[in-house]
């Protein structure tokens, strides 16, 4: 059991966390082995999020004064917060993925940059790229006119060079083939 200051102290750091969150997702974790949970923890820290478990009581004091205030109404029952100041997509693919393996997990709502997520926007958010994935899609379209402008400029050359080489085969053959008769 917490006392009144470590209640207070877990209260003000996870009404920071909530406060600077791009995005939260509520969890019911019944039924999940630690293990499960552990390999969750795991999972969601790699992508630059975390998994909290806060009571109830606490989560609606901490809530109070941030975006996460409009997702109150789910503060009920055994409850984990995943929280992200990052790419909201990347935990929201980790938790539908792990929910699909462990039918114990429900997804219970989520809220994105201060607008609160049902179930069915949350896995058409899982859906999306990741933000590295934009990126590379972005670079790949930045970069498409001045690799066809390179490839554009380097084939004159390359075709000269080519027929050169054709012409050096030819030569060669005829010399080889002329050697052969005068013999």
């Known amino acids: 059991m917490f006392n009144r200051d470590a209640k207070e102290a877990l209260v003000e750091k996870v009404h920071g966390k909530l406060k600077s969150a791009q995005a939260v997702f509520l969890i019911d974790y019944r039924g999940l082995k630690v293990s499960e949970i552990n390999d969750l923890r795991r999972k969601l820290r790699e992508v630059g999020s975390e998994l909290r478990v806060v009571k109830n009581t606490l989560l ?53 940059e201060g607008r609160l997520l049902e179930i069915a926007e949350i896995r ?36 000269i060079a080519r027929a050169v080489s054709l012409r050096q085969e030819q030569l060669s053959t005829e010399q080889g083939g002329d050697a052969g008769a005068s013999v």
């Open 124 to 159: 058409n958010l899982a859906s999306l790229p990741s933000l590295p994935e934009l990126r590379a899609k972005l670079l790949s379209i930045l970069q498409a006119p001045s690799v066809n402008l390179v490839r554009l400029l380097a084939a004159p050359g390359t075709q």
């Open 60 to 112: 609606k004091r901490a809530a109070a004064g941030t975006q996460a205030d409009a997702l109150a109404e789910h503060f009920n029952g055994p409850m984990a917060l995943t929280l992200t100041d990052a790419d909201p997509v990347a935990p929201a693919k980790v938790l539908t993925e792990f929910s699909k393996g462990v039918p114990h997990l429900e997804i219970r709502a989520g809220l994105l």
